[in-house]
């Protein structure tokens, strides 16, 4: 473990006296630039001095301004080999540091790196269908093989499987990283204490929460601003119309990082969230990991393990190709569908369907369902 500094001390003293929150915390020291001041009144138990505060902050901040309590807690950091991360710290997420609330202090299990390949957030329900789970994990490997980071939360369903697909990677030097809405003592849910594990063994697991704090519901929201900061680009996989999830998305585009979803059947309430994200305009649809990877230029470095996906640019398609391609990139349709949405006689249409299986852009599902291949090739839009 590194060594603690006084101005390192200092902000760890305003993480355990907040409780984590960012609000107070911005407020103590917008009132206090010198933290070493506020220490001081604290330490001398000044409380005219502090009473803008809520009580039990105050009371916190008696508490932890004395040498021994603050030496205690550094001590079992050591002892648990817990590293802080601040925003004072040159090895700091520059990513995380770009957000407005970024976490002053951070306590980390593994390497947390400054500048990471292409963090992607990989995120959707706890109570995923197989379908999800399938999903994530698929997408989590694609990642991690293609020299990306997938970040998640370390919960049940979507989140624990994408961290799975990544850590599948054996070849992946740092293939993962999990954003905990407890203390990093905390394990949660408890049986994903062996990913927990392998995670800060490979990676690194996080938070911004006191050891020893318990997930709370109200952790979860504050928790996801971290895992959708740390990121590029946010891939939501499953979500109900109204979740956590749909939340984390907000967060991304209010920081600026682009959003995609994977679209699911329209009767399938798992899909329902990204579905809605999608047809607001507020995520773009994505049949592949490829076709995140090459939203940021980074497929072409990967040309090996991509070998066989074409890209064909969307104005080099016929019309009618065009008109097809569109509607199903909202997710797979039957061709009793594609008649009743597109504007053209239903021979035109199977025979546009079957050119467009020979160049790999789509292919015939049972049932005649048509879908995408994007695993053959990406269409590439102007």
Partial sequence: MRTIGEQEKLHLWLQYATEASVRLSHQIRLNWPDLGEAWALAKARRAAAFEALPEACRERLFQAADEGFMAKRIDWLAEHNVELYMPMHEDYP?????????????????????????????????AATDYGKSVARTFGRAFAEAGAVVVSGLASGV?????????????????????????????YPPENARLYAEISERGAVLTEFLPGAEPKREHFPVRNRIISGLSRGVVVVEAAWRSGTSITAGLAHDQGRE??????????????????????????PVFSAAEVLAEFDYLSEYDSFYAGVQRVPLSGLSEEEAAVYRVLKGGEKTIDELCELLPYPAGQINSVLTAMQFSGIMKQLPGRLYMLDTTRTLVCED
């Fill in 94 to 126: 520059a990513l995380l540091r770009e957000i407005h609330d970024a976490p002053d202090v951070l306590f980390v299990r593994g390497r947390l790196e400054k500048d990471m390949n292409l963090p992607i957030a990989l995120i959707g329900a706890r």
């Fill in 159 to 187: 989140d624990a499987y994408a961290a799975r697909g990544a850590l599948d990677c054996a070849e992946a030097d740092y293939p993962t990283i999990a954003v905990l809405g407890s203390g990093i003592d905390v394990i």
């Fill in 259 to 284: 959003v995609f979803a994977v679209p699911g059947r329209i009767t399938d309430s798992m899909s329902a969230g990204t579905n809605r994200l999608i047809g607001a305009g507020e995520a773009k």
